[in-house]
């Protein structure tokens, strides 16, 4: 049998997306890998499809580093809606209960924010991802199952009070920094617990996905205006470096002869006695002449092991 061909082109990168509310995270990347015609592409952590925001994509060689910004913390506005109570915790689900949330004060709810900063335990909701016994969670909350959640340990950096408006069902907009695997639902649903009134998400909005910033983002639209402008080879211009998802990380110059027993999955001893702070760094690898190489660990005695490299080495 033949092997398989991959079809279209070996374009390396990530480009940072704008995503548009209404639509999957996994509906987005394919929009995107449709318009660089890129023969390789994935997504760094879901947004749900009422969500907007940074959604970085990789393309190509990028996809080995993508985890990188999987286990970056992120950044949220989200407008939450006390009064209501659905049964996704968003306001594309069903409502299951109201309440007068016309008594809750600004007080009221600054004191009950205090109490979710630092680490915290949180329940993952039912319409979630996350997979039992290789179903996610949310196809089986579709069929009205509900199953036991471990709680998980998550840690929120920041959570602040931006406008709070007043009713029947109150809204108040906020702003949460946290870690990999919050979720902003379910800040929401125990909010409203604490203030016994019930609330949801009623809009949300990623704008910092690690050292990513939504004011760098393009907008499917302008992704598509400027294919039809310029041209793919704009497009192109357009995607950060394969590295950008690692690029906090320190950086290692090897000579050419040790590139090569790198690349040949060979460790490197460092002449220039670089030791890490901890055993476990990941390092950036790049040649003297700046091509970037891919990652690796160094040992405690100086030597550089490789851990995930690209096909063909970048010019940065």
């Not at 947004?47 to 993508?66: Q, R, W, Y």
């Not at 969670?137 to 199953?147: C, D, F, S, T, V």
């Not at 379910?186 to 910033?213: K, M, N, P, Q, T």
Request: overall charge positive; aromatic content about 6%; hydrophobic content about 40%.
């Amino acid at each position: 049998m033949s092997s398989r061909v991959r079809r279209g082109r070996a374009i390396n990168g990530i480009l940072l997306l704008d995503k548009p509310s209404g639509i999957t995270s996994n509906g987005a990347l394919q929009r995107v890998k449709r318009l660089f015609n890129a023969n390789k592409a994935g997504h760094t952590g879901s947004l749900d499809p009422l969500a907007t925001g940074v959604l970085p994509i990789c393309l190509g060689e990028a996809t080995k580093f993508s985890q990188y910004l999987l286990d970056a913390n992120k950044g949220y506005v989200s407008t939450f809606t006390l009064g209501v109570r659905t049964d996704s915790g968003d306001c594309d689900g069903n409502v299951l209960a109201t309440e007068d949330a016309s008594a809750v004060t600004v007080e009221q709810i600054a004191r009950a924010i205090d109490g979710f900063r630092g680490a915290i335990q949180q329940i993952p909701p039912m319409y979630s991802a996350l997979k039992q016994n290789g179903q996610p969670l949310y196809k089986l909350a579709r069929k009205g199952i509900e199953i036991e959640r471990t709680p998980r340990s998550v840690d929120i950096f920041e959570y602040q009070l931006v406008n709070f408006k007043p009713g029947v069902t109150a809204q108040l907009e906020v702003r949460v920094l946290c870690s990999k695997g919050t979720y902003i639902r379910s800040l929401a649903e125990d909010l409203g617990s604490i203030l016994g009134c019930g609330a949801h998400v009623s809009s949300l909005r990623r704008y910092v996905a690690g050292a990513f910033h939504q004011s760098a983002s393009l907008s499917l639209p302008d992704l598509e205006q400027l294919l039809e402008q310029s041209g793919l080879s704009a497009c192109d211009k357009a995607l950060l470096p394969v590295d950008a998802a690692i690029a906090d990380r320190v950086a290692i110059e090897i000579n050419e002869i040790d590139s090569v027993s790198l690349q040949q999955g060979r460790r490197v001893l460092l002449s220039q006695g670089f030791r890490p702070d901890r055993e476990a760094d990941i390092v950036r690898v790049v040649r003297s002449d700046k091509t970037f190489l891919g990652i690796g660990r160094v040992t405690e005695d100086g030597f550089l092991v490789p851990l995930r490299l690209i096909s063909a080495p970048l010019l940065r």
